[in-house]
């Protein structure tokens, strides 16, 4: 049978609780009984001393203690002044005969003998059973015959004129097996014991509700996830909690935005896709089927455009191919110690008769020092190379173009700039969009695929890099370039 969480949990608080209850019950009532036991102790200790008093006194009137081994009716009076009782219990009592045997008899034998009205009251702890007496000369006058050389129990001294004359022996009380101390604590056990019930009983319920309780968000979320396995993105968890629960259905619904979103931007790409190929391939096919059809006949001018449009076609397909390894994480990266100043300084070297041709004028402010980042060159060529593609495609002539590199404690920019036209403030952020294009200064006539930013926005974030674009105090676009700094 499969358990749910809810069930688990209850199972393991309930679990817990009982484990807890009954290890507190069972070390309460051991201590409750080691407790009571050595309350009674001290309190027997303080009888065995009021009756080692009681013996000297007897002593004293009689000069020994042979009365107590010929007649235990003798110690039995004593012992019956340590306790109150009514005046009833104090009338003569027969006495037995004395014991003929050598061996000394307890207490408790001598009070069997004779009706139940005479006997004594009841000895809850067993003291006179328990008690010995031994004489100055060592002679057991009460007690069993080995109680003057046992070792353990209380040992009382009897001392009368500054001197010994015998000792009082009470063995060591290890169980309450009558007498109301064994009722008092079985009560005390026994209530203990309905207590952890109770709580057992209360911690089952509580552990149920509290089980259902702390996870009735996760049925919604098992409904939102479900949904969202279905491809229905726009499910959105309920937040009812604002604990781990609260922040998980947080983060399904980020989750779920995310998903949405690019959902609607997969199905928007491939819809440019599809757009941006239909365009060369109309062209291409359009111009072959008029050679074919004589229309027009097979020069050089045709050759160039059916060329020139495949290679458009070509440079869209790899674009698209680039983007998507790049998304994937499949691109391979050699990355290394460069100085960015030598990359750049290489990089417009080679730009140099293209920009002259364009008529566009650069201005560099770079760095005189070394300026050291961790990169892949090539792909970071790719990413300034590219920029400065946009650049000389859409930039009006004559225009200018200005590139600087300053280095923070931490990061390296690279700043690239150019003149009108510019872009709207709010298509800035839109330029890393896949296939967006502004439709009057960057348009599809440039010969772009509208990649390119994308392109360069995933090689950047590779090297822990970002690009921002804005506006240009020359005219055009400011494109920002940040990377971080190595020493």
Known sequence: MQLSIAKKLAIAITAIVILSIGTMAWVSSQNLKRGFISYLNELEQQDLKKLSQLLAEDFRQHGNFDRFYHDRGNMRDLLDQLRPHSPEEHREQPQPPPDTNDAATPLDMQALEGPSEQRPPPDP?????????????????????????????????IIFDKQVIGNLRLAPLRNIS???????????????????????VFALIFSI??????????????KVTKRIAKG??????EIVSYDELGELSKDINSMARSLQQNEIQRRQMLADISHELRTPLTVILGEIEALI?????????????????AIHLNKLVDDVRQLTLADAGDLRYEFGRIDIVVLINSIMQRYSNRLEKAQISVEKVLPAEPTFVRADTVRLTQVISNLLENSIRYTDSPGKLSLTVASSRNFVEICIEDS???????????????????????SRAHGGSGLGL??????????????????????????????????
Request: charge should be positive.
């Open 232 to 237: 229905q993105f726009q499910a959105r968890a």
């Open 293 to 309: 059809d004589g229309v027009r006949t097979s020069s050089p001018a045709a050759m160039e455009s059916l060329h020139a449009e």
């Open 209 to 222: 509700y509290l089980a259902r309780y702390l996870l009735r968000p996760l049925k919604s979320l098992h």
């Open 420 to 442: 009108a036209p510019g872009v709207p403030p709010h298509a800035h952020a839109l330029l890393f969009d896949r296939l967006y294009r502004v439709d009057q200064a960057r």
């Open 178 to 200: 009558n007498g109301n101390g064994l009722v008092f604590v079985r009560i005390q056990i026994q209530q203990t014991i309905w207590l952890g019930a109770a709580l057992i």
């Open 125 to 157: 702890t067993g003291f006179a059973q328990r008690l010995s007496l031994i004489d100055a000369h060592g002679k057991v006058i009460i007690g069993p015959k080995d109680a003057a050389t046992a070792q353990d129990g209380s040992w009382q001294k």
């Open 454 to 487: 994308s392109i360069c926005r995933a090689l950047l974030a590779a090297h822990d890099g970002e690009i921002n674009a804005m506006s240009s105090d020359l005219g055009g676009l400011k494109l920002l370039i940040r990377l971080p700094l190595i020493k």
